[in-house]
């Protein structure tokens, strides 16, 4: 089959009249399906180098041009080529795509699992006052001792005693997997616990040379912080008396499936000559070869916290393709959604297969005051300890900038920006914006400054992401930062005092979304509703590499084992964690219909029992946080659930397209005339264009009580009509599957804004299962 354009960029067809023969990148080709899915790796390395060699001078060229050859993934390899041997591949009748791959990938970056009661004390949670039973939901799914979760990320640190293998069972013998050695890490740096660790670094070296050992560990150690983190926060052990730097949120560290064993799947690397603190770069030959591997190795739950700064297409979306394949091994896939925020239309990983996650706050704040001189005291947030005994003048950056600073960014704090004449012994307020929190407060030290208030930005908001900063330091919300400026503006000699931060429970209202939690609507497909879920991923304690510092900038030499991190790549491993948990007790479930037990039992409700807001205030909508808060302890027996097969999913993509994908399995046919995708059964619904009556068809399975009848309610946006029919499902048996027709129209409201996106649900119920689903609709 001819390759079409809608499956090849561009740039390959005017690529050998605009770049050399011998600019060689990494391009990712993609084939049909095996003829024959039992070939061994090597049988299919030689396919690959057959194909190479038809469009290489040499067999050795050929050869050494190979990264990888991926069989479980997607059928396909990554090659170093030029411009005009991709283009040439591409014409092979064999290929069906070739794109060059990028590092546009990245990571996206304790009291949590209390919050939503999944822990084991007496403590009067958020959710366990609500709905109970987190004790219960553990031992049921014995703590997830027989699900292995995959983490590609950046690596782990195997000593912490969140990996602790002391009395959980020998290694199952249907693992697959290896403990790969490297530099720092040998065999005996996995266990019981980590059961598999393997680095993936090709596509990273073909783009910046080798691995700089003063930067990273060329092996599955982590030497950043990120991966550490991420996979003790969806399994890591139970361990007391743990805190941060400086004793903050002290307590018991635990991951949400504490006994599941971890596959560790190292693809993300430090960017070379720039701070960890930048965070890392992961390419995508090196992800599809550590997803290929994941799949062959066995694991049960995949958990990525990697995205993009900008939303791919499925085409070019490799953490998507693999999903896909995952599913059709009944492999779950969850990603982090991005910290784009607040933007609109800024989420990654919105593929329907995925569970995308946002991030949303704790009922955990770290309370760090600021006393002025005319005795006005502003509570900020900081996991700083250090403290100040009197009282200093106080500045506002922009007024004590070098001469040559932009005027837009004179209050920004950024590197070399500040006067050491103006700055030294003083305390100086910096603004969030551009540039990192901790690097704001690395130049304030820099320049002689004795201390740093970080004022949010509007866009921030009240949420408060909390560092350790290098000196005494608070972070303000957006009007405690005009309250301050405004002191600054009102008094020839401003003056301020610092003190350091405490830890305070039981924080109100919680949740709240987090500012930088990317959006929906859902760009590449809006008729699927993103993201699918938030979970905690603000100021979240779990376990560190020793080989960095709580900052992360190179002139922090502290070393610590358990660190406070925030983004949504921290809320992805929580739902992670609660998705192995149902998959201990529901081992028959597919991951459609794990994913519809989270979504579909999720809260859209605070502490306060008021609808979640964002970080401003402002009730928040499904575009933020999807269909609610994620609550373990509900989704074990969701009542229903709306399942999908792997061929769902490609009658999916015969209309997203392109059809190209569909032939990575050559037993599916797309219909001459598929279905919109509207038609998926998902648990969401989202219109992006109601302009006249729209029906859907939705299927759900019981899965609760043998006889059930379940009512149709609805709250629709403004502007719309939605009903269902039938409007009562009634269940004889467990398993038995009922269809119903959404039908959704607009009517005249004059109090709806025009021309916007409205937000409502749906919900089935029987008196005790609450089946609630999200929904978007744009009406011109």
């Not at 292995?148 to 697959?176: A, C, H, L, Q, Y």
């Not at 006393?371 to 009282?391: A, D, E, R, W």
């Not at 579909?600 to 009730?619: E, F, R, V």
């Amino acid at each position: 089959m001819k390759i079409t354009i809608s499956c090849f960029f561009l740039l390959l067809i005017l690529a050998p009249l605009l770049a050399s023969s011998f600019d060689k990148k990494v391009y990712i080709v993609y084939l049909g399906q095996h003829s024959d899915g039992k070939k061994a790796l090597h049988e299919i390395e030689t396919t690959h180098f057959s194909y190479l060699h038809s469009v290489k001078e040499s067999e050795q060229d050929a050869q050494s041009s190979l990264l990888y050859s991926y069989k479980h993934s997607i059928n396909g390899f990554a090659a170093k080529l030029t411009p005009h041997e991709a283009y040439k591949l591409s014409e092979l009748k064999e290929v069906i795509s070739v794109f060059p791959s990028h590092g546009k990938y990245s990571v996206q970056t304790t009291r949590s699992w209390e919050f939503v009661g999944l822990d084991e004390g007496d403590g009067h949670s958020w959710a366990k006052l609500k709905f109970g039973g987190g004790e219960d939901l553990l031992s049921r799914a014995e703590y997830g001792r027989n699900i292995t979760i995959g983490v590609m990320d950046s690596g782990v640190w195997p000593e912490s005693p969140s990996f602790s293998d002391r009395g959980m069972d020998p290694i199952p013998n249907s693992w697959k997997g290896i403990c790969q050695e490297g530099v720092a890490f040998n065999s005996s740096n996995c266990n019981k616990k980590i059961i598999g660790a393997r680095y993936y670094v090709k596509g990273f070296e073909a783009e910046y040379g080798p691995v700089n050992a003063t930067e990273d560990f060329l092996s599955p150690r982590d030497m950043d912080g990120h991966g550490t983190h991420t996979a003790s926060t969806a399994a890591g052990r139970q361990v007391s008396d743990v805190a941060a730097f400086g004793g903050f949120a002290k307590g018991t560290a635990s991951g949400g499936a504490p006994l599941a064993r971890l596959a560790i799947y190292k693809a993300c690397w430090a960017i070379p000559n720039q701070p960890k603190a930048d965070g890392n770069t992961c390419f995508a030959e090196d992800m599809l070869a550590a997803l290929d591997d994941a799949i062959a190795d066995g694991v049960d739950i995949l958990s990525v916290s990697i995205g993009t700064d900008e939303p791919l297409r499925f085409e070019n979306d490799v953490i998507g393709l693999a999903a896909l394949e995952a599913s059709k091994r009944n492999i779950l896939v969850v990603c982090s959604a991005g910290n784009s925020g607040p933007t609109p239309g800024t989420l990654s990983n919105p593929a329907p297969w995925i569970i995308t996650v946002g991030a949303s706050s704790l009922d955990r704040a770290f309370f760090a005051p600021v006393k002025l001189g005319n005795g006005l005291k502003i509570i900020g947030q900081s996991v700083t300890p250090y403290k100040m005994k009197k009282m200093y003048p106080l500045v506002y950056a922009g007024d004590v900038v070098v001469p040559g600073v932009a005027q837009n960014v004179t209050g920004q704090c950024l590197p070399g920006s500040l006067d050491p004449n103006k700055v030294k012994g003083k305390i100086v307020v910096c603004t969030r914006g551009v540039g990192l929190r901790v690097g704001k407060g690395s130049e304030v030290k820099r320049a002689g400054g004795v201390g740093f208030v970080l004022a949010n930005s509007k866009a921030n908001g009240n949420e408060i992401s909390c560092d350790a900063h290098l000196l005494p330091a608070t972070t303000l919300t957006y009007d405690s930062g005009i309250k301050i400026l405004e002191y600054i503006n009102s008094t020839e000699k401003p003056m301020a005092k610092i003190s350091p931060g405490r830890t305070i429970l039981n924080y109100k209202p919680a949740p709240f979304m987090a500012g930088f939690t990317s959006r929906g609507p859902n760009v590449v497909d809006p008729n699927i509703l993103k993201p699918d879920i938030t979970a905690p991923g603000l100021n979240i304690l779990a376990a560190w590499s020793e080989a960095s510092s709580p900052s992360k900038l190179p002139e922090d030499h502290r070393s610590v084992k358990y660190n406070i991190y925030s983004g949504t790549s921290m809320s992805c491993p929580h739902v992670s964690g609660a998705a192995a948990l149902l998959k201990a007790i529901h081992p028959d479930w597919s991951v459609a219909a794990i994913k519809s037990a989270l979504m579909t039992t999720a809260a859209t409700t605070n502490s306060l029992g008021k609808p979640i807001t964002d970080a401003n205030g402002n009730d928040a909508t499904p575009f933020e946080f999807g269909s609610g808060h994620f609550r373990p302890t509900k989704a074990v027996d969701p009542g229903l659930v709306y399942d999908a097969t792997y061929n769902d999913y490609l009658l999916y993509l015969c209309t997203v397209g392109p059809t190209c994908l569909i032939e990575l399995n050559s037993t599916f046919k797309c219909p001459a005339n598929p279905p919109s995708t509207l038609s998926l059964n998902y648990p969401s619904l989202a219109i992006p264009n109601l302009n006249t009556t729209v029906t859907v068809t939705r299927t759900v399975t019981n899965i609760g009580r043998p006889k059930s009848t379940y009512f149709f309610s609805a709250k629709p946006p403004l502007g719309v009509r939605v009903k269902a029919t039938p409007s009562v499902l009634q269940f004889k048996r467990i398993g038995e599957k009922l269809s119903f027709i959404i039908t959704v129209s607009p009517r005249n409201d004059p109090t709806r804004k025009k021309s916007e996106y409205g937000f409502g649900w749906y919900s089935w119920d029987d008196g005790y299962y609450h089946v609630r689903s999200p929904m978007a609709v744009y009406v011109h």
